[in-house]
């Protein structure tokens, strides 16, 4: 407390407003003190936010580098991808110009061997040659079909041959069995009945 303010207490008599002015002077020197205290809290915190702000921006750079990182990675995938067709493109157009060279050169050896054969008798003759090729084939596949048809024929007759003694037989077995049974009967009655001479003959010889 300054001089002129201890001067101004030693004017009050009164102990009592002594003890009030004091207390707002500790009051008043208190809340300066707050004052001063809560400004020095709220600065840090202000420094914490930036520092935060920046790492958290920092962070952001990064990860948009990361993205733009990607997106390259992406795009490079994709022309790759676009190479690759152009590629298999290009290798089935070789692969099917490879497979008209290889007929070219098989027919132009096939060629050669003729025209180095010294039986070869020409295009004429090969055609002429071909034509009966084809003409014996397809006797042979007439003669193939007429003997099968005659087989399938022989079959079919044997079995009707086959049909036809079985009913033979069958009837024959009963026409047997028809006459078999009165003969038996008439020989049962003569042996029993016998001829008197015959009965005569016997009982002399006894």
């Not at 400004?39 to 840090?44: G, S």
């Amino acid at each position: 407390m300054s001089d002129v303010e201890e001067s101004q207490f030693s004017e009050y008599e009164d102990e009592e407003l002594q003890e009030i002015i004091r207390g707002q002077h500790n009051n008043e020197s208190n809340l300066g003190n707050n004052s001063a205290s809560k400004d020095q809290n709220k600065r840090p915190k202000c420094g914490n936010e930036e520092v935060r702000d920046t790492l958290l921006q920092k962070e952001l750079d990064n990860v948009r580098s990361i993205n733009k990182v990607i997106e390259n990675v992406v795009s490079s995938l994709e022309c790759a991808k676009g190479n690759m067709d152009t590629v298999s493109r290009t290798v089935k157009s070789a692969s099917s110009l490879l497979d008209t060279w290889i007929r070219i050169l098989s027919q132009a050896e096939h060629n050669q061997r003729l025209i180095l054969n010294p039986s070869w008798e020409g295009a004429s003759a090969d055609l002429a040659a071909i034509e009966t090729e084809s003409i014996l084939r397809a006797q042979a596949q007439e003669r193939k079909a007429a003997e099968e048809e005659k087989r399938l024929e022989e079959a079919k007759r044997k079995a009707e041959e086959e049909e036809r003694h079985r009913q033979v037989g069958t009837s024959t077995r009963s026409i047997r069995g028809a006459w078999s049974k009165p003969r038996g009967s008439g020989r049962g009655s003569a042996g029993s009945s016998g001829n008197p001479s015959e009965k005569s003959e016997s009982n002399t010889r006894g």
